[in-house]
């Protein structure tokens, strides 16, 4: 028994479409899909296109990410006429406006339908509880160093979790359960020019059948999409938010939160009166020079020496063994 498990595509179709053509070869039996299937690429269209053909013709358990959620939120403010809480197109809120002005009825209605959490079960098998943030929450994070891990296996009935949203893969054991992590498809941590998935086997020991994971990391054309981000728009769109997501493909270092948790509080502390998404460039710019984040608006010559995809295997990374 083989269970793909894909999250936090960021609508970029190049990483997905890698990792699907892998986990095919591979012969997975079902594929756990753990929400942010969009945003921060430029691919919204070619992404949720192509997941509506894949769970056709795939066993698949989908989950709702905290970018979909963002969605609904956005949808429901703009229905109501809460005209402060629009998103606009600046470095706080343009990366979002840009995919959601992509988004159909049927995307809504498909966001909608998704659950934050289930338990799988399978006969023979340990049930397993997943979700993309926590059982209770899109945008809860359960780092593997943190305390929170320890709290929710001590909560949920089954043996196993699998979470995402981090963007940080890996594994942790408390007592008898475990906690794993899949990593980031869209744009991954630490793994720069990869995208990280995971397989759980299905094996079979002697007090009984456990699942060990597998961590994949699979090449695909990084370049591509980084140039993609410039030329479809994206990048003017979203400002100093994708000069990090950008820079985040490019070397693996992800410096998105920081700067817009710094850009507010340099707000704030200048007296400033707006709120998210109304926080002015200057303080972005600020932000991003404190942490180091380049403007690629005006440094995308350097893009073009980026190394050329790299198609020599695949990296894996296998968990415990029974």
């Known amino acids: 028994m083989k269970i793909a498990v894909i999250s936090d595509i960021h ?10 053509d892998y986990l095919e070869e591979e012969g997975c039996d079902e594929y756990f899909l753990l929400g942010d299937y969009v945003s921060d690429t430029p691919y919204t269209r070619e992404t949720l296109d192509f997941l509506y053909e894949f769970i056709q013709s795939h066993v698949c358990y989908l989950l709702r990410g905290n970018r979909e959620e963002y969605m609904l939120v956005q949808r429901e403010d703009r229905l109501a006429g809460r005209e402060e809480k629009k998103w606009i197109y600046n470095s706080a809120s343009g990366n979002l406006l840009y995919t959601y002005e992509q988004l159909t009825e049927q995307d809504i209605a498909f966001f909608e339908r998704l659950p934050i959490s289930f338990v799988y079960e ?7 509880t997943c979700a993309h943030g926590s059982p209770e929450s899109t945008r809860e994070l359960l780092q593997l160093d943190g305390e929170r891990v320890a709290k929710w296996l001590q909560r949920i009935p089954t043996d196993y979790l699998i979470c995402a949203h981090t963007h940080r893969k890996g594994m942790k054991t408390v007592g008898k359960k ?4 899949p990593g980031c498809v869209g744009i991954a941590m630490e793994d720069k020019g990869y995208a990280q998935c995971m397989i759980l ?10 699942w ?8 695909y054309d990084m370049p591509r999409v980084v140039r993609d981000i410039r030329k479809r728009g994206l990048l003017e769109a979203g400002g100093w938010f994708v000069n990090s997501s950008i820079q985040n493909l490019l070397t693996g270092i992800n410096r998105s939160a920081p700067l817009v948790d710094l850009a507010g509080r340099l ?13 002015r460039e200057i303080y972005f710019a600020m ?5 180091q984040i380049p403007d690629y608006r005006s440094e995308f010559a ?20 029974c």
């Open 267 to 279: 707000s704030a502390e200048a007296g400033e009166t707006g709120v998210w998404p109304h926080i």
């Open 11 to 20: 609508s970029n179709i190049v990483a997905f479409r890698a990792c699907v």
């Open 302 to 321: 350097g893009m073009d020496q980026t190394e050329p995809y790299d198609q020599r295997g695949f990296a894996l990374e296998r968990g415990k063994e």
């Open 201 to 210: 086997h299905g094996k079979e020991c002697g007090a009984g059948n456990l």
């Open 178 to 181: 475990q906690y794993y992590n």
């Open 287 to 291: 932000a991003a020079k404190e942490l």
């Open 212 to 219: 060990e994971p597998e961590f994949l990391k699979v090449p």
């Open 122 to 128: 399978k006969e023979g098998y340990p049930s397993i």
